[in-house]
Every structure is written in C-alpha cells, then in structure tokens.
C-alpha cells in the first residue's frame, strides 16, 4: 500500500507556471505507475497525466499537451506535475494516483484503475 500527499498547489495568474509534486510513503514506489487527475467545481474528475513506474512512457490529455510536464523521481518517492501557460480553465483540485504493475511502460488512463489517491491540492488560476 502506498499513501499520497500533494503538494504546489496555489493561485497563479494566466500564463503562468505551477509545479505540482506528490509525494510516496513506502520503499516500493518504483513498482507504482502515476497519474494525475483534476476536478473542477461541478464537473467529473478528468484524467490529465500519466507516467509509467520506470519513467520512460507518458501520456496527456490533449487539453494539456504541450503545456503540462509529467516527471518522477523513484529515489526521492515523487511525481511531479509542470504546468505551463496556464489557463482559467485549468483551475481545479488535482489529485495524484498510484497503481501497482508488473510491467515497467504500463500507463493507466482511467481513474478505476488506480486504487490509491491523494488528497488532493487546488489550482487557482486567474484570468
């Protein structure tokens, strides 16, 4: 089992830049593929990022691509998330996933299947 907190979150004007990081508890984190996810107020939560558990495979939703950056560092038990040029329509509490895979490039697109969350940190972005 692994436990998630997120951190970075804050108010930032538009086309501006937010780093988001999610930090692992437990020596396995390496064994985790990540993602990240938003919901805004009064919307479905959405699938923004993943990343595979070695790194190497990431994927985007196309309304962040080319925008937003998803990086890990399994020594220091963290994925990060960079955002870039953000717009209003990013504002959102984004939340970080982990979910466990024998293969080193699986990436998981859907929220049911990742069984372990964060509580979560709001973006606020102004227009």
């Known amino acids: 089992q692994v436990q998630l907190v997120e951190s970075g979150g804050g108010l930032v004007q538009a086309g501006g830049s937010l780093r988001l990081s999610c930090e692992a508890s437990g020596r396995t984190f390496s064994s985790y593929a990540t993602g990240w996810f938003r919901q805004a107020p009064g919307k479905e939560r959405e699938f923004v990022a993943a990343i595979s558990r070695s790194g190497g495979s990431t994927y985007y939703a196309d309304s962040v691509k080319g925008r937003f950056t998803i990086s890990r560092n399994n020594a220091k038990n963290t994925v990060y998330l960079q955002m870039n040029s953000v717009k209003p329509e990013d504002t959102a509490v984004y939340y970080c996933?982990?979910?466990?895979?024998?293969?080193?490039?699986?990436?998981?697109?859907?929220?049911?299947?990742?069984?372990?969350w964060g509580q979560g940190t709001q973006v606020t972005v102004s227009s």
């Open positions: 996933a982990a979910g466990t895979t024998y293969y080193s490039a699986k990436i998981y697109y859907t929220s049911a299947e990742y069984p372990y």
